[in-house]
């Protein structure tokens, strides 16, 4: 079995623990995802299957989430999950005061990852150190958000705020809620998040994990449900040899070769066959030797021997 399969993740389930019954739901070890999720969140998570896992560090990182923001109280993971810091009504908060400070957050914008985080720091996760009652100095990183929009609002001794967020990868959602909160000065955090979108897949096109149990207990073709390599890569240039080229390419051997110029700008690229058959991804490489720096264009990933 191969390919990609895009799962809406229940909450409470971590992305682990939903890799797990995959892998038992249908009888093979690799499965592996494309991006964490949170157990307190949903939505798209994509899987890889068989030797689709290989190719998971080629999918797009855009995402898309629909997040719900709580004002009026901190937490220590920076959502609902965490034990509260602060927590005070303010009732006084408008619709128009969180609308002026949203575009401090697109763009390239620094963020200090949550605390109870998978990043790790000194060789350990920051929630494992977390939870040990150790508390550490987290660097800050470069995110990109995309987009960020008002889908709805709930006033309130305690408002909430439901955004649409596109952003890179490695953004943590929790941390513009609880950075939101820092800039209005009322303190705020994560109430509900659900991924809409992950890695060029579409919740509206998912599959939940219990229609996805079901399905195999009534014995019922699961395979059709798999998208294939070359649509989870579709968005990579794309380059297409003739079948002399595709056997060397495909023994490891390097060759000059005069693609488009977006092609040739690119650090990863799907190779076909000329009949189509997807190969795996090239790369251009520049030999040492002083007498010829023309880019050779080489393997990088090998995916199908014709």
């Not at 998912?206 to 399905?215: F, P, S």
């Not at 207990?217 to 649509?231: D, F, I, K, T």
Request: aromatic share 8%; with cysteine.
């Amino acid at each position: 079995m191969l390919g990609f399969l895009n799962l809406n993740k229940p909450l409470g389930w971590t992305s682990h623990d939903c890799v797990a019954k995959v892998r038992g739901l249908l009888k093979t070890k690799k499965v592996g995802h494309g991006g964490t999720l949170d157990p307190k969140a949903s939505g798209v998570l994509p899987l890889a299957v068989g030797r689709a896992t290989r190719l998971l560090q080629y999918l797009p990182d855009g995402k898309a989430y629909e997040a719900t923001v709580r004002f009026g109280l901190s937490t220590t993971t920076d959502d609902l999950d965490g034990e509260v810091i602060t927590q005070q009504a303010v009732p006084q908060l408008s619709l128009a005061q969180i609308e002026a400070v949203l575009p401090q957050f697109l763009g390239r914008i620094e963020q200090i990852p949550p605390q109870y985080s998978a990043i790790h720091v000194g060789g350990k996760r920051l929630y494992d150190l977390a939870r040990a009652g150790v508390m550490v100095e987290v660097p800050s990183r470069e995110v990109e958000v995309m987009g960020i929009e008002v889908l709805g609002w709930q006033p309130g001794e305690f408002p909430e705020v439901r955004l649409g967020i596109r952003c890179g990868g490695g953004t943590y959602i929790r941390a513009i809620a609880r950075d939101l909160g820092a800039v209005l000065g009322t303190g705020a955090t994560l109430a509900q998040l659900e991924r809409t979108e992950s890695s060029g897949f579409y919740l509206a096109d998912g599959i939940g994990l219990e229609d996805l149990i079901a399905r195999v207990e009534r014995q019922e073709e699961v395979a059709g449900l798999l998208y294939s390599p070359e649509v989870a890569i579709a968005h990579l240039p794309h380059v297409r040899l003739p079948q002399h080229l595709a056997q060397r390419w495909c023994l490891g051997q390097r060759f000059e070769l005069e693609p488009e110029q977006s092609a040739l700008d690119a650090d990863a690229l799907a190779v076909f066959r000329e009949d189509g058959q997807f190969l795996g991804i090239g790369t251009w490489k520049v030999t040492k030797s002083k007498m010829d720096t023309t880019p050779k264009f080489a393997p990088k990933l090998v995916f199908f021997h014709p």
